[in-house]
């Protein structure tokens, strides 16, 4: 069993930034699991946002935050950031922490078995 807890989110102006961390416990997360963030925005359904292979080392954005959003982990820690860069308001949505089955990236919803409880992001014009 994993458990994830996002922090990070908040209110910030359009252009600001953010950066998201979301701490896992529980078993070792590091040794096969891809992570994944996602959002949800009100009256949408949820869509993937970034995603990061278990070493790290292959990531993979949606086209509407790519360039703007980075996503990072540190397995010592036991930690995956997303880093949020000159956010715009239609970002405004909860943010999702999640962990994948696999140890490669997907961007499927169904890859991920676990997930966080969500952390609002709200960005004001």
């Known amino acids: 069993q994993v458990h994830l807890v996002e922090s990070g989110g908040g209110l910030v102006q359009a252009g600001g930034s953010l950066r998201l961390s979301c701490a896992a416990s529980?078993?070792?997360?590091?040794?096969?699991?891809?992570m994944g963030w996602f959002r949800q925005a009100p009256g949408k359904e949820r869509e993937f946002v970034a995603a990061?292979?278990?070493?790290?080392?292959?990531?993979y954005y949606a086209d509407s935050v790519k360039g703007r959003f980075t996503i990072s982990r540190d397995n010592a820690k036991n930690t995956v950031y997303l880093q949020m860069n000159t956010l715009k308001p239609e970002d405004t949505a909860v943010y999702y922490c999640a962990a994948a089955h696999m140890p490669a990236i997907t961007t499927a919803q169904w890859g991920y078995g676990y997930w966080g409880q969500g952390t609002q992001v709200t960005v004001s014009s």
């Open positions: 990061i292979s278990w070493s790290g080392d292959s990531t």
């Open positions: 529980g078993r070792t997360f590091s040794s096969n699991n891809a």
